[in-house]
């Protein structure tokens, strides 16, 4: 709980004021406020049985400072490896070439550009997870053409469209932590039978609603039922069977639309004017004009197998279609899934979908379709303190024909008009939404919205240019099931400069300040790792000077402290994480090192901004800069942030 005071003089109540005026919370309210969390659910268990179980993990390193290096610098007593960076072959394929001369086909057996969220999943053996062998997935999120090739966009070519294309996607690669003592590091295993690459070009199935409805066919697919790739895969979800789940975030920049797009092009972002990849120039699919619904088969999450190499992924349709962030996956206490999802843009909504069946870890084919049939819901925040998750179901909620929603598949290939129709609460760019492992408080980061205008109680800062993290408690304060319908909600923490000369953009972190939060994650201990992503136009500038390079940072839930635990190099954000089940190995990505504002206009700007990875790691002989996985351990072998 954090108490200090919140710079929005709003008559929206915290949450010690809410469990004040709810009924029947007397007791319980004396019991949370005893034990600290001020919490007004109870997710799960009663509160005796939860209070129990409630660790406080502490943080237990010494803050870095605030750095403007070329380098990612973590707490002293830990050490750095690099693992995985653009190019590098995921199994016994061809090596990066320094300055981007690989082709496309060799790009295609290469880690691709702009590493973004990702998982670890280990191998289990007699019931036991491995914390030294497992397979790792990782998202690439989008290209830097000027990077990408030797001479940036020059002379645009197939040859040039394809590479972007096999740049784009996820990496499945194999890992094993080898050696002993200090010599002890990860290796990534070539060749590897579970090694694949994912590109923008790979099969893959759609189901749900939308599978083969009109709007999904095309030339190339008159069923409506299979897509070549995926792309703009942002964060990330992991399912409890074990499969992994990449975020289509902004797919609409790879579409060249219409001069006149329609309504629901315009609501996504579809116009003549984008299509800065300029694939539509040698790939049909990505012109509108010629191919009209390729777009609706974009902004979806998509199911993959780590354990599978020719498993084809599968766009689940159910889980709606928008610029997706991540896809965090819990249980309800009947065993139903639940899937917490948020549209990053400014003024976008906070979703959540809900099964219709229930899992049951001890048989394997109750997940059939658990990702296919169910509700999904978007996040209404009311002004005091409470919430309402609204059905995205035709015939529900004024979703119908007469009011313009043909039927299910309408709904979900449009959601963000059904969401607007329902009266969803816009907020300020949802991005990675956290759940904690024991109480079940959801937090969700919201980066940064400089575009609105008024404050309102969930979004208290008009041009919010620091971000502020949300949280809520499902159930209010009757039980704090993920699948209930309503929900009690306050805010975490307002990023930003608590001594800000300006009252009313002032943060109030206790601890490190920072700006634009985006990755965030609970450790198996329960610390929250936030990873910020402040934009080239505003790095280590005015406002935002005193908080350097982007970093991550460890809070502590319970009172409210924030410290760093790391920074990046320059012009990177910090997208991604995940640790082994032991928490003795941290991976994080480091996403676009060197970018600039307005982003990297040319080949020679492409390299002036960052040498990293080689500004760092002596392994490495000059080059482009080039996103990268980095491993974190730390020197006496303990658990990392404790
Ligand atoms: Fe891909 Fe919203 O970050
Ligand atoms: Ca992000
Ligand atoms: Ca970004
Ligand atoms: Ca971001």
Request: glycine share 12%; net charge negative.
């Amino acid at each position: 709980m954090n108490d200090d005071p919140i710079s929005n003089d709003s008559d929206n109540p915290c949450f010690e004021q809410l469990l004040a005026v709810l009924p029947g919370h007397g007791r319980r309210r004396r019991r949370l406020l005893q034990f600290g969390l001020g919490s007004a659910a109870l997710p799960f268990f009663g509160w005796p049985a939860l209070a129990a179980t409630l660790a406080r993990p502490g943080i237990g390193f010494s803050p870095v400072a605030a750095s403007t290096e070329d380098a990612v610098r973590v707490p002293e007593g830990y050490a750095l490896q690099l693992l995985f960076a653009w190019g590098d072959p995921v199994s016994a394929g061809p090596a990066f070439r320094g300055d981007a001369e690989n082709s496309a086909a060799e790009q295609a057996e290469q880690a691709g550009m702009h590493h973004d969220g990702m998982h670890f999943f280990p191998f289990v053996s007699q019931g036991q997870a491995s914390s030294t062998h497992g397979v790792l997935c990782v998202n690439h999120e989008y290209t830097d053409e000027n990077l990408l090739h030797p001479d940036g966009r020059a002379d645009w070519s197939p040859a040039k469209t394809l590479k972007s294309q096999n740049a784009h996607g996820v990496s499945v690669i194999e890992l094993e932590l080898k050696g002993s003592g200090a010599d002890r590091r990860w290796q990534v295993v070539r060749p590897s039978a579970y090694a694949r690459r994912i590109t923008a070009r790979t099969p893959m199935k759609i189901d749900g609603p939308a599978a083969g409805a009109g709007p999904m066919r095309t030339a190339d697919d008159p069923d409506g039922k299979l897509v070549l790739g995926t792309l703009a895969n942002c964060a990330m979800g992991v399912t409890p069977w074990g499969s992994y789940l990449t975020c289509e975030e902004n797919f609409n920049g790879y579409f060249k639309g219409l001069p006149t797009p329609t309504a629901a092009q315009k609501r996504y972002g579809i116009s003549g004017e984008r299509a800065g990849y300029r694939w539509h120039e040698h790939d049909r699919r990505f012109d509108v004009a010629s191919e009209p619904n390729e777009v609706n088969r974009f902004g979806w999450v998509v199911e993959i197998d780590p354990w599978n190499p020719i498993a084809a992924p599968v766009k689940h349709t159910a889980l709606g279609r928008f610029k997706h962030e991540g896809a965090m996956v819990t249980l309800a206490g009947d065993g139903r899934v639940v899937v917490y999802m948020g549209d990053d843009e400014p003024f976008e909504y906070i979703y959540k979908y809900v099964s219709r069946d229930r899992y049951d870890a001890g048989n394997p084919a109750s997940r059939a379709g658990l990702l296919e049939v169910g509700t999904l819901h978007v996040a209404r925040f009311a002004a005091d303190g409470r919430g309402q998750w609204l059905a995205l179901e035709h015939g529900q909620n004024g979703l119908t024909e007469a009011n313009g929603f043909v039927d299910q598949a309408d709904i979900l290939i449009r959601t963000r008009q059904a969401a607007d129709f329902v009266g969803a609460t816009t907020m300020d760019r949802p991005e990675w939404i956290a759940v904690h492992p024991q109480s079940g408080e959801v937090y969700c980061t919201l980066t940064n919205n400089r575009q609105r205008l008024a404050a309102d109680a969930a979004n208290p800062r008009a041009e919010n240019a620091f971000g502020h993290i949300i949280r809520w408690r499902e159930g209010g304060e009757a039980r704090g099931d993920a699948a209930a319908g309503r929900f009690a909600w306050d805010v975490f923490v307002l990023c930003g400069d608590p001594q800000h000369a300006d009252p009313a953009r002032r943060g109030n972190i206790r601890g490190d300040a920072f700006s634009s939060p985006d990755g965030l994650w609970f450790d198996r201990d329960g610390r929250l790792w936030i990873q910020t992503d402040a934009s080239g136009s505003v790095l280590g500038r005015g406002d935002h000077e005193r908080f350097g390079n982007n970093q991550m940072l460890v809070a502590d839930v319970f009172s409210g402290e924030i410290r760093r635990f790391l920074t990046g190099p320059k012009g990177c954000e910090i997208a991604g994480l995940t640790a082994t089940p032991d928490g003795r190995n941290l991976f994080i990505n480091v996403q676009h090192p060197g970018e600039v504002a307005g982003g990297r206009a040319n080949a020679a700007q492409a390299l002036a901004g960052s040498g990293w990875p080689a500004s760092q790691f002596a392994e490495l002989t000059g080059g482009r800069p080039r996103s990268a996985t980095v491993v974190i351990r730390r020197q006496d072998g303990g658990v990392v942030g404790a």
